[in-house]
């Protein structure tokens, strides 16, 4: 699917996003959207780079803005050279008005080859001016993919960039868009300088809402003859939790297992066996395992943390941390708990806190990689998806109290605590015990606490 948010009516997904930035920068005040990895912060740019979405947003007012897209991933070369040039190029290349400019021009190619190092930032300056001389709207640059770039390159740039807006502040706005604030990218004093225009104007991105990601499931279906139906598009959204790449990869995921099935699986339990069985695809996923492997490794150690520490009994969180996971869309809180945003990055951190408990007392084993659990050195029968989560939720507490509440919350989901009474988390530690006990009948491993909940033992 090509990662654009426009639709075959002419209108766009992520409608409050483009709303709220553009009103923003109509009110003349530079943007830093920011972003976990591939959330569709360059589909965004993309999109506000387009004249029409500023016309059907704010009228005929929308003419008076010239945006320019530029992806920093075409630079020549991570260099104060590289990033005007590509910055220069790409004002040539928005409008014919700024193509046919003498004196941008005649800057371009002194800027491609000085004379000195001195003439470096002079041409760009002087390309810009004749940029902002050459047409009467107003310029807004569109920086993606600006992480790099703003981490590298002479810091000089930067301050450059600031004095640049503040010379011609009503005619010249710039947008960012990196996966962490511009100020914990990089603190130097010229940086720091730059990033106060963003201080007041930071967008964080969420997660596609429900409605658009209804609407990338239909684009996936009319692409690929997928044939999915509610309780599909349900088990989707679960998965991905609104993430493109994610919602894209659970697709392809399920298309798979019904074209391999050759049944019509009109029967709702035939759909949820299958949706069983594509569960244990998913953890397995290359592309997928490397989405939630993003987002991981742009967490600090003490966001990694908060993060493994919401499926351990003693975990006593960091409230400061949690808030910023939360802001930043990582996690989300229902009803008073905080939880990851979709299942697939739920399912990843619980494999990120178990990495370092592998082997029980008693020969008990469970590999987070392929998801298997060993007893005695033999795997266990497969475990379904609600037995595997609730071994998951054990391991990581072992010897530890498990409440009936913290099982339904973590095995279930918040949204089933009222449905799942006793005997349904009774029938499930029942059909664990069969597959991990040798004695089933009497248990040495998942035990019961009687009026307090379950325990796994080392011994």
């Known amino acids: 699917m090509p990662e654009t948010l426009r639709l075959a009516d002419g209108g766009y997904m992520r409608r409050p996003d483009v709303q709220n930035v553009i009103q923003y920068l109509y009110a003349l005040q530079c943007v830093e959207i920011t972003g976990f990895s591939n959330i569709g912060k360059s589909a965004l740019l993309r999109l506000l780079a387009q004249p029409d979405v500023w016309v059907q947003e704010i009228g005929e007012a929308g003419q008076e803005f010239l945006p320019v897209y530029i992806d920093c991933n075409r630079m020549l070369d991570m260099s104060d050279?590289?990033?005007y040039e590509l910055?220069?190029?790409?004002?040539?290349?928005?409008?014919?008005?700024?193509?046919?400019?003498?004196?941008?021009?005649?800057?371009?190619?002194?800027?491609?080859?000085?004379?000195?190092?001195?003439?470096?930032?002079?041409?760009?300056?002087?390309?810009?001016?004749?940029?902002l001389q050459a047409t009467p709207q107003k310029l807004i640059l569109l920086f993606d993919e600006f992480d790099e770039p703003f981490s590298q390159i002479d810091a000089r740039v930067f301050l450059n960039l600031r004095a640049l807006q503040d010379r011609y502040d009503e005619r010249l706005l710039y947008v960012t868009a990196t996966v962490k604030p511009l100020i914990r990218l990089r603190e130097e004093d010229h940086c720091g300088e730059f990033s106060?225009?963003?201080?007041?104007?930071?967008w964080r991105l969420a997660p596609l809402t429900r409605s658009d990601s209804e609407r990338l499931i239909r684009r996936y279906m009319t692409a690929f003859e997928a044939n999915f139906n509610a309780a599909d598009v349900d088990f989707i959204i679960a998965w991905a939790g609104g993430h493109p790449n994610m919602t894209e990869g659970v697709c392809r995921a399920l298309d798979e297992a019904i074209a391999r099935s050759g049944q019509g699986l009109s029967d709702p339990m035939e759909r949820w066996q299958l949706h069983r069985q594509v569960t244990r695809t998913l953890r397995t996923d290359p592309g997928l395992i490397l989405e939630c492997t993003k987002i991981w490794r742009s967490l600090s150690h003490e966001e990694r943390a908060e993060m493994t520490g919401l499926f351990r009994t003693d975990h006593e969180p960091d409230m400061e941390v949690v808030e910023g996971l939360v802001r930043r869309h990582i996690l989300f809180r229902i009803e008073g708990k905080e939880q990851p945003f979709c299942r697939l990055m739920?399912?990843?951190?619980?494999?990120?806190?178990?990495?370092s408990r592998r082997t029980l007392g008693g020969g008990l084993r469970v590999d987070v990689e392929s998801g298997e659990v060993f007893v005695d050195g033999k795997a266990v029968e497969t475990l379904t998806n609600?037995?595997?989560?609730?071994?998951?939720?054990?391991?990581?507490?072992a010897e530890k109290i498990v409440d009936k509440y913290t099982i339904v919350s973590n095995v279930w989901g918040d949204s089933y605590i009222d449905e799942v009474d006793d005997a349904r988390i009774e029938?499930?530690?029942?059909?664990l015990r069969q597959k991990i006990e040798t004695d089933s009948s009497a248990p040495r491993r998942l035990t019961t606490v009687r009026g307090r909940g379950y325990k796994l033992l080392l011994k």
Request: glycine share 2%.
């Open 427 to 431: 029938k499930l530690v029942s059909r």
């Open 87 to 131: 910055v220069l190029r790409c004002l040539r290349e928005s409008s014919q008005t700024l193509a046919d400019s003498p004196e941008l021009t005649i800057a371009y190619e002194t800027l491609v080859a000085p004379a000195s190092d001195f003439q470096i930032p002079l041409s760009f300056n002087q390309g810009l001016t004749a940029a």
């Open 81 to 83: 050279q590289g990033f």
């Open 346 to 355: 739920t399912e990843y951190v619980q494999v990120q806190a178990l990495r």
């Open 196 to 202: 106060e225009l963003f201080r007041h104007r930071a």
């Open 386 to 397: 609600l037995e595997y989560r609730l071994m998951l939720l054990l391991f990581q507490n």
